[in-house]
């Protein structure tokens, strides 16, 4: 049972490229979350997913995509890197809306 | 948007001495409230999870307790030791928003 798994681990942009964050998770959880984290502040939610083929917006889901096509992946996509998209971004997963997150090992994210 | 803020935002306890903090956060719509446990270069992990007003709950030396009507719940780890240093984040789910909304956390670090 692996739990929840992040893919990569650290990765550097350049202004203006993109990439996928890919999570996945093994438990047959329905809810996925995305998060960031920055210095000094609390996780803030992304997006998040209720079941495969339903997303929705967090409290910063500016310049991020999610797309949820199964139950096991929640890939993050970011069509053009920023500098304010430097952090560290961690994927969650639970059972149902008010039980316990299992979190991924994060991916810590440079944009230059 | 939600706001929960914790107290204090570091701590130092000597090995051995009890401690406690504190998380608040709004008492409107609530449904649950989380703690975890964040250990450096690891990802967060669930301590509690709380719904019922006056819930008490204990893991071995650390226990928590929730006032849903005036919005604040209270972490004690008793018997400090070493492993306990960690970041404590607590989380709130309710008040309109989507998904937990998380405090910034306690640094909690234990001397030897």
């Known amino acids: 049972n692996a739990g929840v798994t992040q893919t990569p681990k650290f990765r550097i942009l350049k202004i203006g490229q993109s990439m996928t964050l890919q999570c996945a998770q093994d438990m047959n959880h329905n809810y996925m979350y995305w998060y960031r984290q920055d210095p000094g502040m609390g996780l803030k939610l992304i997006y998040y997913s209720v079941g495969a083929g339903i997303t929705d917006k967090g409290e910063v889901p500016n ?7 199964t139950t096991e992946d929640f890939p993050l996509r970011l069509e053009l890197a920023a500098p304010s998209q430097t952090s560290v971004y ?4 639970s059972q149902g ?3 316990e997150q ?4 994060g991916t810590r994210l440079t944009v230059l | 948007i939600l706001n929960v803020e914790q107290s204090p935002q570091s701590l130092h306890v000597q090995e051995g001495d009890s401690t406690n903090f504190t998380c ?29 007003n006056g819930d008490e709950k204990k893991k071995g030396r650390i226990s928590a307790t929730l006032n849903t009507k005036e919005g604040y719940s209270y972490l004690y ?35 030897p």
């Open chain 1, 63 to 69: 310049g991020y995509n999610v797309s949820r096509s």
């Open chain 1, 90 to 93: 961690f994927c969650a997963s």
């Open chain 1, 97 to 99: 809306p008010y039980g």
């Open chain 1, 102 to 105: 299992f979190f991924g090992p």
């Open chain 2, 24 to 52: 608040s956060f709004p008492s409107s719509n609530f449904y649950a409230l989380h703690w975890y446990r964040w250990e450096t270069a690891k990802s967060p992990e669930a301590l509690f999870v709380m719904t019922l």
């Open chain 2, 77 to 111: 780890i008793k018997g400090s030791q070493p492993e306990d240093s960690a970041t404590y984040l607590c989380a709130s789910l309710g008040g309109g928003a989507d998904g937990l909304t998380f405090g910034k956390g306690t640094h909690l670090i234990i001397q």
